[in-house]
């Protein structure tokens, strides 16, 4: 059981809202005739490609470090550490170096993808490579938090309370949006790598609009989450080969499996096969950019419509989280049958 200190609230949330105001975009919600005329249903697209550095990692990884800043018990703050594939490492460099001056030792892996790697070096972070098929990660992160000042605070990428506050004002926007409009969602699909988003947005979605389904997607490759909550504890898996970088993690924490266990109705899987298609639709179809991590959400959804679970009709709120792919990559992935 994840310490009820540690959970985060709607609260949080609101809060973290109110700190990413004026820092973070508040991304648009689109939509597609193509789109709902094929699945049948109405769907609404939450685009956090259009986030800054282009996938929703920066809130929470502002609202973190602001909160770190601003911590009650005065302690400066000397640095911040962390480790990840990709988003969460640029966000970290961005919300901690470029925007509040704060320097960042990002732990990342040898094959994290070329414009992620670039992108974080170029926001300020100072990147240590690690092997991910045969490194553990957290010793890694042990190692060389020793090296650094005292003051330096580790903010992981997803099981951290102003992390998961901040990730769910993605759901409190794309709400708060459509209720402006009288539209109220029947499900939305959110893609899950460690559960921060997912669970985030929960929160959100749980008190706007309690009788939302949140249905999780996750790769095939890569399914800890759905076991996790079937047998209702904390699978761990290898690192899964999937071409969703963003949900290659091994496992949920402590903090996101406790909330994804009270607010998520169930979690389903996709293939690479299916990621790639979803690409194209997006490229083709709705004009951007999205990598394959963000392609989950909409996947996931279009593979319920074909199992007849989701009735026609329904309004279905779709999470795009993010748009970091290389060209090259992408250019590759959508020219190839995989
Ligand atoms: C990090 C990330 C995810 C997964 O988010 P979690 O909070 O780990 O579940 C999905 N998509 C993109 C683009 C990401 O960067």
Redesign the pocket.
């Known amino acids: 059981m994840a310490a009820a200190d540690d959970l985060p609230t709607y609260k949080d949330v609101a809060d973290a809202a109110a700190v990413l105001a004026g820092v973070a975009h508040h991304t648009p919600t689109e939509t597609s005739r193509t789109l709902d005329d094929q699945l049948g249903v109405s769907c609404f697209v939450k685009c956090?490609?259009m986030q800054r550095m282009?996938?929703?990692?920066f809130r929470?990884a502002y609202t973190a470090v602001n909160h770190y800043l601003n911590d009650a018990d005065g302690k400066e703050l000397k640095g911040v550490l962390t480790y990840?594939s990709?988003?969460?490492a640029q966000a970290i460099a961005l919300a901690s170096t470029k925007t509040l001056g704060i320097p960042s030792t990002i732990i990342m892996p040898t094959d994290a993808p070329t414009l992620k790697l670039k992108a974080t070096q170029e926001y300020g972070g100072n990147v240590v490579f690690y092997d991910r098929y045969t490194e553990k990660r957290d010793e890694v992160a042990q190692k060389v938090k020793a090296t650094l000042p005292e003051g330096t605070v580790f903010i992981p990428?997803?099981n951290h309370k102003y992390?998961?506050a901040g990730?769910g004002t993605v759901g409190k926007e794309l709400i708060e949006d459509l209720q402006s409009k009288s539209i109220a969602l029947d499900y939305l699909f959110?893609?899950?790598?460690?559960?921060?988003?997912?669970?985030?947005i929960s929160l959100a979605v749980k008190e706007l609009s309690p009788k939302t389904q949140i249905i999780g997607v996750e790769p095939e490759a890569g399914n800890d989450a759905q076991q996790s909550l079937e047998q209702g504890q904390i699978v761990h898996i290898e690192t899964p080969k999937t071409i969703?970088d963003?949900?290659q993690?091994q496992h949920l924490g402590d903090l996101?499996f406790d909330i994804m266990q009270r607010n998520v109705s169930k979690i389903i899987t996709v293939t690479d096969e299916q990621l790639v298609d979803e690409m194209k639709f997006f490229g083709e179809r709705m004009k951007m950019i999205v990598?394959p991590?963000?392609c989950?959400g909409l996947a996931g959804l279009r593979k319920l419509v074909s199992s007849g679970e989701i009735e026609k009709g329904a309004k279905c709120g779709v999470i795009i989280?993010?748009?970091?792919v290389d060209l090259e990559r992408y250019c590759k992935l959508i020219s190839s049958t995989i």
Do not use: M
Not at 54 to 57: H, N, P, R, T
Not at 321 to 324: H, L, P, T, Y
């Open positions: 956090e490609n282009g996938a929703f990692k929470g990840s990709g988003n969460h990428p997803y992390v998961i990730q959110v893609c899950v790598g460690g559960g921060g988003l997912i669970s985030g969703a963003g949900a993690t996101t990598e991590t963000g989950l989280s993010g748009g970091n």
